[in-house]
């Protein structure tokens, strides 16, 4: 039976088998789905504090311990971070404290960038910057020492354009001079961990 490609992109007459082994592929097919080349994972329960009276004070970056590296088998790779952190945020005498997380990218050990900034609180006016507000605690009440224990979280699709090893870290801040905030405060045995996932993306 004659094989025939008819107008509406079926064809007919094609035993199967009938076609040579590998003459079908991605790339005869001009076809290059993204598919996940490799996966890498972080975990951390060692706790980080932030503000407070301890070095640093507030509203300096600071690591959170939580990294992971990935070296992509290609340029046009994409990677996905994932991250989760568990965190306990106390307002210590205030009615309210807030803080962010960074995530911050090395090529190759060199210098860091930002890959994804903190949500910042600033005055409406745009006269100043109070600090990070992804997390926070508030009562306008007047309710004092507030603390909050949780976990935070995001992913996010980063285009280093590198074949080079890039370092993927999570950093920490706090708003107010008198608040706290601890990444992995561990109070009790059995402390969950915070994650930090990458995976490469062909593109």
Avoid at 71 to 97: F, L, M, Q, R, W
Avoid at 117 to 134: L, W
Avoid at 141 to 163: H, K, M
Wanted: aromatic letters at 6%.
């Amino acid at each position: 039976m004659p094989m025939t490609i008819n107008g509406s992109g079926t064809i007919t007459g094609l035993s199967a088998g009938g076609l040579p082994a590998n003459s079908v592929t991605a790339a005869t097919c001009n076809f290059s789905p993204g598919k996940i080349l490799q996966v890498v994972q972080g975990t951390t329960t060692t706790t980080s504090t932030h503000g407070a009276g301890d070095s640093p004070v507030d509203k300096v970056w600071t690591t959170t311990n939580l990294t992971a590296a990935i070296t992509p088998s290609a340029a046009s790779s994409k990677i996905i971070a994932t991250i989760s952190v568990v965190y306990y945020i106390h307002a210590n005498g205030n009615d309210e404290t807030g803080g962010g997380f960074q995530l911050q990218r090395a090529i190759a050990g060199g210098a860091t960038s930002v890959v994804v900034n903190s949500m910042s609180h600033g005055a409406e006016d745009g006269s100043d910057n109070y600090g990070s507000r992804d997390v926070q605690v508030c009562a306008k009440n007047g309710a004092a020492n507030l603390q909050y224990w949780g976990r935070f979280g995001y992913q996010y699709l980063d285009s280093p354009s590198t074949t080079s090893a890039c370092t993927y870290t999570v950093n920490a801040r706090i708003m107010g001079t008198a608040s706290t905030m601890k990444v992995n405060f561990n109070d009790s045995t059995g402390n969950a961990p915070s994650i930090i996932t990458l995976m490469e993306i062909a593109a």
